[in-house]
Structure formats: C-alpha cells, structure tokens
C-alpha cells in the first residue's frame, strides 16, 4: 500500500522484487527455502522510521537513533502478529520499504535450528533481538566468496546492534544467525534490499 508523505513514497507492507545485482557471486535472494510474507498493521511503525532516516547521513549517530527508536518500540509492542514460523527457513515479514531510499524494516519469527547463509548487506544494519535465544557468528573474508570465523556471539536476552560499512555496496557485515531457543524473534532495518547482501562459503 503506497503512501505519501512528505513528498516521499513509501511503500508499506508490499514485498519488492529483488533488484538484479553486478556481482557475480550468489545472492540471499537466490537461497531456495527462504520464506517472505506480508503484515499489515505497521504503517506507524515504519513512518515514523523513515522520518528518522529521511536526508540523514549513515552514521554512529544514525544508528543510535534507530536503535533507539526500535528498541523501545519493541519493549512496548507485542510481536503476536508474528507467530508463523517454519522447520525450513526463518520467515521474513516485511513491515515496510520504501521505493524512493530503499530502506526496509522486517521483522524475523525463527524456531529452533533456524539459521541464515554466511551472508552481507547494505551499507546500514541494524539487528534487534526481541526474544529468543541467539548465536551471531562474524565472519572475515579470505578470499573471494569465503570467509574464516572472526567472533562467535551468544544473544541471551533483548538486545540491540547495528553494523555500517561502504556505500553502495552489499559485501558489508558478513555473519550468519542461528536461533537456539524453541522460538524467538528479531527485527532488522536496512538501507537496502537486504536481499542483496552476498552469501559465502567457509575457507578450509
């Protein structure tokens, strides 16, 4: 459902196709079991976050402000929408994106053994855990299209943490997240399509 304001459009609740990509290697779009659905409700949320972001320079300071914004939405929204989750994939539903900067926010409902591909992402990642337990693994790369483990986090409870790498690029952040817990939710806010990020594979 597009809407204008304030002379921008964002289009809310509405998959976008996933724009072609120059690099060579796989996409996260190209992952076969990856699960996408739609939730309305959201179009407050996601306003609200593109006037955070509307004109502003990606920054530490950018993401303290939408960490900030996220974090205490979550503490007082409850996430019953968001109950579908499957044994093949997490389920990505998409709260909203714009079409005019790209930005996107999607909230993830995981169950247990879930996990992602090695991947990257956008310039601006920002990752908020709602519920659930948690690996975060960070990778480093080696060479093209594989990458060694650098860090290996446990996320226990609430917790908040954005990443900003080069712009214009989708090779920023490589990590993969595994879900531990029976359940568990995230949401996440890009700078663009996050179905871009490149996957890799683990050096020998």
């Not at 779009?29 to 407050?44: C, I, K, M, N």
């Not at 389920?91 to 591909?117: D, F, K």
Request: aromatic share 10%; proline share 4%.
């Amino acid at each position: 459902m597009p809407v204008q304001e304030d002379g921008l459009l964002l289009l809310l609740y509405k998959q976008v196709p996933t724009m072609q990509t120059s690099h060579t290697a796989s996409t996260l779009s190209r992952q076969p079991a990856l699960l996408s659905v739609t939730t309305e409700g959201y179009e407050t949320f996601f306003v609200r976050l593109m006037d955070i972001v509307r004109h502003q320079p990606i920054d530490q300071a950018l993401g303290q402000r939408i960490q900030s914004y996220v974090t205490d939405w979550l503490a007082s929204h409850t996430l019953a929408d968001f109950a579908t989750t499957s044994t093949t994939s997490y389920v990505r539903n998409y709260l909203g994106r714009c079409p005019e900067t790209h930005w996107e926010a999607i909230l993830m409902s995981w169950q247990q053994g879930n996990t992602t591909a090695i991947h990257s992402h956008p310039q601006f990642a920002g990752y908020f855990f709602a519920d659930g337990v948690f690996e975060v693994e960070i990778f480093e790369p080696v060479e093209e299209n594989k990458v060694r483990l650098a860090k290996r986090v446990r996320v226990n409870e609430p917790t908040a943490f954005f990443a900003i790498g080069d712009a214009e690029r989708f090779d920023n952040h490589i990590h993969r997240i595994t879900c531990l817990s029976d359940r568990g939710h995230s949401l996440h806010v890009y700078s663009d399509d996050a179905l871009q990020g490149k996957t890799y594979l683990l050096s020998e």
